[in-house]
């Protein structure tokens, strides 16, 4: 799902253009979403036989990528543990800036919820939905930016029947890294189709790291985009003797489409 390609492999999906280079960053957006976003964050770090100093901060935590904000300090007792929760509301804005011969899209996306603001990023969708990026500005993409983004590829759904039951899995597994995702139709009503959804994630790596998410999505196969979706997240990795987990729960909801309000 997340590929932060070198600029050989951006500018191969868009066209020829580098990534941020040569694009009128003025350029009247082809389409924009709006998603209403909720978010709920606790991070944890867990070191066997360990004490926590009280009031102690904790280390910025790092999900492939992504550094992760800290917040609101807490101690435990017994083995050391340290931690921090984030509870916000706000929003995710998507616009599409251009779509491209091989069924891909480029987007700039940005989150504005407090606590949580993520400028603009540039990504590219490939039509199945991976993303590439600038990898320098890996940290800047929130988990449910990285969600809605991937879910907006335009061959996502594809061909796929709209019968409930029907299942499918999509492996983007490469370079030492687990991606598996796993999607079922449970229900179907017109052209919104609801799928349970499940993701596994693992890397080898020294520190290692393992991802688990879970929910559900609404998509609409006319307008070829989700319309909403709930998830909880368990990231997991090792720091030396420490364990650092982190648990997040959201939930998306289109709240503004400019091609729906166009038709």
Do not use: C
């Not at 910025?60 to 917040?71: T, W």
């Amino acid at each position: 799902m997340l590929r932060p390609g070198p600029a050989v492999a951006l500018a191969a999906l868009v066209g020829g253009a580098p990534l941020g280079a040569g694009a009128p960053e003025a350029a009247r957006p082809l389409r924009t979403l709006t998603y209403a976003v909720d978010v709920k964050i606790v991070s944890s770090i867990d070191t066997p036989g360990g004490t926590v100093a009280a009031g102690g901060t904790r280390p910025v935590v790092v999900v492939k990528g992504r550094v992760m904000g800290q917040n609101r300090p807490v101690t435990g007792s017994g083995d050391q543990r340290s931690g921090a929760s984030l509870a916000t509301r706000g929003s995710i804005t998507v616009e599409v800036l251009r779509a491209t011969d091989d069924a891909g899209l480029v987007v700039d996306v940005a989150e504005d919820a407090v606590d949580r603001v993520r400028p603009k990023v540039r990504v590219a969708i490939a039509s199945d939905g991976a993303l590439y990026y600038d990898p320098t500005k890996a940290a800047m993409l929130s988990e449910e930016e990285i969600a809605v983004t991937h879910w907006l590829g335009r061959g996502f759904y594809g061909d796929h029947p709209t019968t409930v039951g029907t299942s499918w899995v999509v492996d983007q597994s490469g370079n030492g890294h687990t991606d598996v995702e796993r999607y079922e139709v449970k229900a179907s009503e017109a052209n919104h189709i609801t799928l349970g959804y499940a993701l596994e994630q693992r890397v080898t790596l020294a520190t290692g790291y393992e991802g688990t998410r879970e929910g559900s999505l609404v998509y609409d196969i006319a307008m070829v985009v989700p319309i909403k979706a709930s998830f909880e997240s368990v990231a997991r990795r090792q720091m030396g003797e420490s364990y650092d987990t982190l648990r997040t729960s959201v939930q998306l909801t289109l709240t503004t489409d400019t091609f729906a309000t166009r038709r």
